[in-house]
């Protein structure tokens, strides 16, 4: 059985940081393109960060990039989001996802991935 924990969320003031965690278990993780996406009250799930298998590939979605940093450490089946100088419009429930064989022009689309965590919430107040 696939499971995919979330961890790391909380409240934080504008500009500061936090690092969530998304442990997995039950694939053969190494083998998997993960993603974290994120819903804000009222609004849709939208994408965040994707990490190749291997790591030798990031992607951002332009808002976050240059404050966000999505790693994975694939011996102990980890994927990680570093998030700092966080702003209130980041507050959302964060969820990380697991695909396969996911090409780049799919990265953004939450149906390229299979598995999904069950999230962990970030607020940041102002």
């Known amino acids: 059985q696939v499971q995919l924990v979330e961890s790391g969320g909380g409240l934080v003031q504008a500009g500061g940081s936090l690092r969530l965690s998304c442990a997995a278990s039950g694939l053969t993780f190494s083998s998997y393109t993960m993603g974290w996406f994120r819903q804000a009250p009222g609004k849709e799930r939208e994408f965040v960060a994707a990490?190749?298998?291997?790591?030798?590939?990031?992607y951002y979605t332009d808002s976050v990039k240059g404050r966000f940093t999505i790693s994975r450490d694939n011996d102990e089946s980890t994927v990680y989001l570093q998030l700092n100088s966080l702003k209130p419009e980041d507050t959302a429930v964060y969820y990380c996802?697991?695909?396969?064989?996911?090409?780049?022009?799919?990265?953004?689309?939450?149906?390229?991935?299979?598995?999904w965590g069950q999230g962990t919430q970030v607020t940041v107040s102002s």
């Open positions: 990490i190749t298998w291997s790591g030798s590939n990031l």
């Open positions: 996802a697991a695909g396969l064989l996911v090409v780049e022009n799919a990265l953004k689309r939450r149906n390229s991935y299979m598995y």
